[in-house]
């Protein structure tokens, strides 16, 4: 079993649609996580970061955590094409980043 | 502040020859952390440097290597490519620790022929 898993995609939605992107985790003392988005052909840029339990907002980005069912999410409100991209959650682990494989996110005008 | 950058953007080798990429990490950040990343494994970790040292290692052959040199500038080689090489590395730097906030650079896209 990974130690982050993350449906591949992809996910195709209209413009306007709110999109939840989700990761799951198998090691409990993991509780710092990040999202990042990745443009085709460019590096990891990051999006957000959360600790421990509960919600985060920052624009039309929400991160939440569930530390009981160990499940993040990412929630885009209001997509626009230009969140087409790869979405990719990571966390801290012992003593490197694991990152999940990433969803490929397509928002249509 | 300028972010990461990585140098060459592009790269085309043949199997059996070795390549070297480079990375400046942004100004100030001493950890640097090298990346594979490829569609089906997606991003696995390579090696991580602070201090000229390297700190960490992922699950990698001893064909890919690493240093990083006092300004904190790292490079990775990778010597007797193999068609699965194929890849984009990525570096990241963070301040003091790869457990830190990683930003990352545009990548080295490394086709194998």
């Known amino acids: 079993q990974k130690e982050v898993e993350q449906d591949p995609g992809p996910l195709s939605v209209p413009e306007g649609a709110i999109v939840s992107l989700n990761c799951t985790y198998s090691n409990s003392a993991f509780q710092y996580f990040m999202w990042y988005r990745q443009y085709s052909r460019k590096g990891p840029e990051l999006l957000m970061y959360?600790?421990?339990?509960g919600n985060k907002e920052d624009g039309r980005f929400t991160a939440q955590v569930d530390k009981s069912s160990k499940y993040i999410s990412l929630f885009i409100r209001d997509s626009q094409p230009s969140d087409s991209a790869t979405y990719l959650c990571?966390?801290?682990?012992?003593?490197?980043?694991?990152f999940g494989t990433g969803t490929r996110l397509k928002v249509l005008a | 502040k300028a972010g990461v950058t990585q140098t060459p953007r592009y790269l085309i080798k043949t199997r059996g020859q070795q390549v070297t990429l480079s990375c400046s990490p942004i100004?100030?950040?001493?950890?640097v952390s090298w990346y594979q990343q490829t569609p089906g494994q997606g991003l696995q970790f390579l090696f991580e440097y602070f201090s000229e040292t390297q700190r960490n290692k992922g699950n990698f052959p001893g064909r890919f290597s690493g240093r990083q040199f006092s300004n904190s500038r790292s490079e990775m080689n990778v010597s007797t490519l193999e068609l699965g090489d194929s890849a984009l590395y990525l570096c990241a730097s963070s301040f003091l620790q790869s457990r830190e906030t990683q930003y990352f650079g545009p990548g080295t896209r490394l086709l194998v022929l």
């Open positions: 959360t600790y421990s339990s």
């Open positions: 100004s100030g950040h001493r950890s």
């Open positions: 990571a966390t801290p682990g012992t003593y490197k980043y694991i």
